[in-house]
Each structure stands twice: as C-alpha cells, then as structure tokens.
C-alpha cells in the first residue's frame, strides 16, 4: 500500500472516531439530561411528598384543635348540668323548707311564679260536667250541713281546727277513685329531720304511703286572706319533689325535660293552681341557659267565698267557679299529673340466690344484667311488679319487685323483704312465701348521679302468683253457676276458699315467727295462689319481733293499737289478727275487701274503721251475722289486745275449725 493509500486510511479512522467520540458524547449527554430528568422528577415527588405531610399536618392540627373544641363542650355541657342540679337542689333543700318565706326562695335563685290562665292550665283536663259538678257540689252541701260544728266562742282561729275539715270534705267529694287525697300525713323524706307535712297530699290509689314524690297533686291551705301564703308553701313542696323526681330520672340516663308537678293552693276563699316543670332543656338544648322549676299560677277563683269558717253558712245553690275547676282539675289524666308509665326492661347489678340462680353466677357475687320486663302484673303501696326475663331463667318463671320511687323508708323496705325471705327459704321451697332468686339495685348513668339518689334496690322473686281477688272470683263463679242453688253454692265456695286460703297463711305464719319475723300487714292484697295454693307476699313491713310496729299495715286489718297508741311492738298476734280478717273479707266481702271498710269517699280516719269493723263483726243489726262470727268477733277482741293471747296462730286455728 503506498504511503497515500495508508495517510487516508489513517485520515478515515480519525474521522471515525471523532464521529465515535462525539457519539459518544451525545449519548454521554443524554444519559446526563435523563439523570437530570430523573432528578427534577424525584424533587418534584419530595415536594409533593411534602406538601401532603404538611396538608396531613395542617388536617391533624385541625382535627386536634376539633377535638380540644369537642371536650371543652362536653365539659362545658357537663359543667353546665352539675351547675343546673345544684342550683335545683339550693332551691328545693332550704333550711327553710317549711317557711313560706318568697325571701329565702328568691335568694337561692327560685324563679318567680308567672301568671297563667286556669283555663290554659286545664287544658288536658276532660270538659266539664256540669251534672256531675252540680251533684258533687250538692254532696259537699249535704256533708257540711251534717258535719260542721260552730267552733267555741273562745276558740283561737287557726287553719287546722277550723278550716280543714272544711276543705277535707270539700275535697272528699270531687277526688275520684283513682286518687287517694291524705289528710295532713308526714310525707317521707331522704333525711328523716327534713320530713314536711303538705296539708294534703293526692297520690294514685295504688299508692299506700304519702312520699312527697309520689304525690301527684299537692293542696296547701291558709287562712282567709293568706291565698298568696299558700301558693309559696305550694311552690315549696313542689320544687322539693321536683328535684327528687329529675334526679332519679337522670341517675338512670333518663330525659327530665318532660317532669312537672302539680299543686292547689286556697285559703278557703279562693283557689288557685300551680304548675311547676323541671326546667331541664330539650334534646340539643344547654343547661348553661336553663333555670330550675319555672312555674305557673292561675288567677284566683272563688271558692267559698266570704264565709268566715265560724258562723253558719248560706252557700248558693250553684257550685262555685273554684268548684267546678277543682273538680276538673282531679279528673284529668294520670299520665297527666305524672302516674308513670311501665317500664321496658331495667338495667340492674343483681346478686343471685345460689338456689335457682337465674343465670349460673356465684352466690352473692352482683353481676350487671338487663332484665326484659313485660307486664306489670301490680302496684303495690310504693312498688310495681312486672313479669321478668333473664338469660337462663324458664320462661314466664321469675318477676322482679321495683319501686317507683326511692326514700330512707323504700329502702328499709327492701331490705326487710330481702331478710325476711332469705330466712325463710325453707318455707319458700313449701310456696309458702315466694323464692329469692335474687337481689339487687338498678344500673346508674354515673358515680355523681347514683350519689344524688343513693341505691335505688330490687328483688328478683319468683314464682307469679294470680291475685287472690281474682282466683276467689272464678272459684266462686263456677260454684254459683253450675249449681242449681246458686246463692248458697256461692256461698260455701266462698267459705271453701276462706278456709283454704287461712290454712296457708298460717302454715306461712308459724314459720316466720319462728323465724323470729312478724310479717306486720297480712291482708288479701298481699295473698296470691299459685297452683290452687294460698301464697304470703310484700314482706317489706316486716321486722323481727319486739320491734317498733306502730302504724304498719293499713287500718282495716291492722290491730287497733298498732295505730292508736304512741308505741307498739311487733307480735304475732297481729299477723294472727290479720290472717283471721282475711278469712272474714274472702268468706264475707265484696272481691275478698273488708265489707267493714267505707263506701267511697277520700278521707277514712282510723278511728272510724276500727269502729266499723267491731260494729260489723259484733253483727249489730244482723242477728244472722252476730250468731254466725261470734267466735271470730271474739278471737279478734282477744288478739288486739296486748299480751291476751299466748299461741295467737293457735287460737285462729281453733276458732276456724282448721
């Protein structure tokens, strides 16, 4: 090759690889500008990798600021309740409780009384009637004319002896079946020293005691002129209630802007009508802006008049506007005036008896439960009794014994049912008194709820009984018509079940007094059967023997004493008592009531009932009655007097050929 052919060869591979390097170096770049790329586009994701944690902070700050806003509120909203019950409870538990000072209401922070229309006020009442007003009206004329004695000339003029009376028969007139209006009683109280006597209480008929929360009217009475003093005494009492009414209420999560209270207030002259409601904001509403116990009052309408309670009185013919608005005014609704409607179910810590443990639990160890209720199957003096359903538990079995509302004297009660039955399981297992299954209190929202109202107690029991009312009525029934002597098959069905019935209670009886218990109220409301037998129950009055008795059970088949003396001890003589009058009231009265027991009327005072029923069981004026009762008029006489009889239970048995 010559040396031309070789210099452009050599030329040649330079240019080749100068093309090479600056592929090469094209190549170089490109791979730098996708490194830059990759670069830009990994700061991009950093930034905006960034940018969400800072738009996730901003959120976290926001939500964290929401939450911090969220508790203020709830501790604002809690705060604001604590404060609304505590000034509830300023207004409604002042030293002077028993003081008609507007003074000492004002300063604890007590709304003043708004004026409201009566007609407003009885709005929910049915219209009215002016022929039954007109004959209530005409009843109340009759009874004073019969009733009313002039006071001595010297007499002091005071609100008890003079007006009264007065009022008391006014009212015995127009108070209907379903309430039972009191006379002056000492309505129970958490604290027995703040015991307060409104001058009437009006409860429901099935109610035995006078607590002020279970009233669902409130009458309070002064003299001629002091309307104004009534109506503050009223509004008293009332806030008093009230209170003990929304704090059960929310102890147990339940709404309280719905309570409310009634009250009457007259001076004999007039009358007028208060409505006091809680206060409590609705659902969604503030505490913060609430105040406790507003209340209404009617204008004053004229009610006697001006009648002086001490000379003879000409009243007219025509009721009075006063008159015929009280009447209208006892006849509302229950559920109006606050009666209550049955419960649901019940969220309870029970402990379960060992025997026939409802769910397996250890004894004596309290588990929380809920129980299903289902009917009420009853309403007692201060408790209702409903069917109940536990896991576990046999179907339709078990019923649980709750109170309607809770005072000192409602837990006594429970405790002294609970006691007496757990002594007396041996004659549980005989049916002679129900089964323990169990006892606890009801479940309560929180700590500082449950301290407002303390223990709120319930009792497990079981098994349901048919009242003895009803299965006397059917045996009775069946005796009357399948015979062809009607009258006097009934009449030895009745004794037939008197008899039966008596055996039971007094197999009953011989067990828990040797038990060392007096049961203190035997009577026909407290015996169910079960299975055609005669079972003993409601052992709430019950105490050991020796202890205080004085005023428990109810007049009609009470001893004497036990409500006439300063003291009494509890014997077993009165429940012998109580078991022979129950005999007399299923062989001899009216759905097994006392046939010595007052026809209607409101106010019965003891004194009268024990001398009806001497009168009645002497057979005064039936020589048939007297020949047939008087062994047991007898027995009776000798067990209601202290110390005369030795074996009472005994001598019940003899004198009824058991």
């Not at 052919?5 to 592929?23: F, I, K, Q, S």
């Not at 004297?409 to 005989?430: I, N």
């Not at 020796?546 to 003589?573: E, H, I, M």
């Amino acid at each position: 090759m010559s040396d031309i052919d070789t210099r452009a060869l050599l030329a040649e591979l330079a240019v080749l690889r100068a093309l090479t390097a600056r592929e090469a170096a094209r190549a170089d770049d490109a791979e730098a500008r996708a490194a830059a790329l990759e670069v830009l586009a990994a700061a991009s994701d950093a930034r905006a990798v960034g940018e969400a944690a800072r738009a996730d902070g901003e959120a976290a700050r926001a939500d964290g600021e929401a939450a911090r806003a969220d508790g203020a509120e709830v501790r604002t909203a809690a705060s604001d309740k604590r404060a609304f019950f505590d000034r509830f409870q300023g207004m409604a538990s002042s030293g002077a409780a028993d003081s008609p000072s507007d003074v000492d209401c004002a300063r604890r922070g007590a709304p003043a009384p708004q004026p409201a229309a009566s007609a407003d006020m009885l709005s929910a009442a049915p219209g009215a009637d002016a022929e039954a007003t007109a004959a209530a009206w005409r009843r109340f004329l009759d009874a004073h004319v019969r009733e009313w004695c002039a006071p001595l000339p010297l007499a002091r003029f005071t609100e008890n002896t003079h007006v009264h009376p007065t009022i008391a028969r006014l009212l015995r007139t127009i108070v209907p079946p379903a309430l039972r209006a009191r006379l002056r009683p000492t309505a129970a109280d958490d604290v027995a020293a703040a015991e307060v006597e409104p001058d009437f209480v009006v409860t429901s008929a099935r109610d035995a005691t006078p607590a002020l929360i279970a009233a669902l009217i409130i009458v309070e009475v002064k003299l001629p002129g002091a309307l104004a003093t009534a109506e503050s005494q009223a509004r008293i009492y009332l806030r008093r209630r009230l209170f003990k009414i929304c704090s059960d209420l929310d102890a147990h999560g339940e709404r309280c802007d719905g309570a409310h209270a009634f009250g009457v207030a007259t001076d004999g002259c007039s009358v007028s009508f208060l409505h006091m409601r809680s206060g409590a904001p609705a659902p969604g509403g503030s505490y913060g802006e609430a105040t406790p116990c507003p209340v209404d009052v009617s204008e004053p309408l004229r009610l006697l008049g001006d009648w002086d309670f001490c000379s003879a009185a000409a009243f007219p013919a025509a009721a009075p506007a006063g008159f015929v608005a009280l009447a209208r005014f006892f006849s509302m609704p229950p559920d109006v005036l606050g009666a209550g409607a049955p419960l649901a179910s019940l969220r309870a810590r029970v402990a379960w008896a060992a025997r026939g443990a409802a769910r397996g639990g250890a004894a004596g160890a309290p588990e929380a439960c809920e129980l299903a209720l289902a009917r009420r199957l009853g309403c007692g003096g201060t408790s209702d009794v409903y069917e109940c359903a536990v896991a576990g538990a046999a179907a339709g079995d078990l019923f649980v014994k709750v109170p309607r509302f809770v005072t000192a004297s409602v837990r006594a009660t429970f405790a002294a049912e609970d006691a007496a039955l757990l002594a007396l399981s041996d004659a549980a297992r005989e049916g002679l008194v129900p089964e323990r299954v169990g006892s606890g209190v009801r479940a309560t929202a929180d700590a500082r709820a449950a301290a407002r109202i303390g223990v709120w107690p319930l009792l497990v029991l079981r098994p349901r009984g048919v009242p003895l009312a009803v299965w006397a009525a059917e045996r009775i029934a069946e005796a009357g018509g399948a015979a062809a002597g009607g009258a006097a098959a009934a009449a030895h069905a009745r004794r037939e079940c008197a008899d039966a019935v008596a055996r039971r209670l007094l197999d009953a009886l011989d067990a828990a007094h040797a038990a060392g218990f007096v049961h203190c109220d035997v009577r026909p409301p407290n015996v169910v059967v079960v299975g055609g037998a005669a079972m003993l129950v409601d052992w709430g009055l019950a105490v050991r023997a020796g202890a205080d008795a004085r005023r428990r059970g109810v007049p009609a088949f009470a001893a004497n004493r036990a409500f006439t003396q300063t003291s009494y001890v509890a014997r077993p003589a009165q429940d012998a008592l109580g078991a022979l009058l129950t005999w007399v009231a299923v062989a001899h009265g009216a759905a097994c009531a006392a046939p010595w027991a007052a026809a209607g009327g409101a106010f019965v005072d003891d004194e009268a009932v024990f001398a009806a029923r001497k009168v009645w069981l002497r057979g005064v004026g039936d020589d048939e009655r007297r020949r047939a009762l008087a062994a047991v008029a007898d027995a009776a006489a000798a067990l209601d007097v202290e110390g005369r009889v030795v074996e009472p239970v005994a001598l019940v048995r003899a004198v009824l050929g058991l």
